[in-house]
């Protein structure tokens, strides 16, 4: 059974259109057109690493804290990969902004905890 349908079909790019401006504020490969300030804690043992490093155009170190952690904000679109790339991160990462994020994390993290037999 073929599942891919071949079609003579063309697609053109509005002649002012341009790919790098539209992906810009995404955080990976999406772009769902929703802008968001994203607020993150890194702890000691990665702040170093977090604030040498860019992620995106849009990073700011925002604090440099008394115990060695960090905050760091973005304005990005795309959350849905930007969880996947927080979640990477562990327990030396906090969500601090938007509080959505943050409970979706949560959620993740109790799944996860549920997963492999803790309550």
């Not at 810009?24 to 490093?53: C, M, Q, Y």
């Amino acid at each position: 059974m073929d599942v891919f349908t071949y079609t003579s079909e063309r697609f053109e790019y509005p002649a002012n259109f341009s790919l790098k401006e539209y992906m810009g504020s995404s955080w990976g490969v999406i772009n769902d057109g929703e802008i968001t300030k994203v607020r993150l804690k890194f702890s000691p043992e990665v702040a170093h690493r977090v604030t040498k490093l860019v992620y995106h155009p849009s990073q700011v170190v925002e604090e440099l804290l008394e115990d060695g952690s960090v905050i760091i904000s973005f304005e990005v679109c795309g959350l849905a990969e930007m969880k996947t790339w927080i979640m990477q991160w562990g327990d030396m990462v906090e969500g601090l902004e938007p509080e959505w994020l943050r409970k979706d994390v949560q959620k993740r993290a109790k799944r996860i905890l549920a997963l492999y037999g803790f309550s």
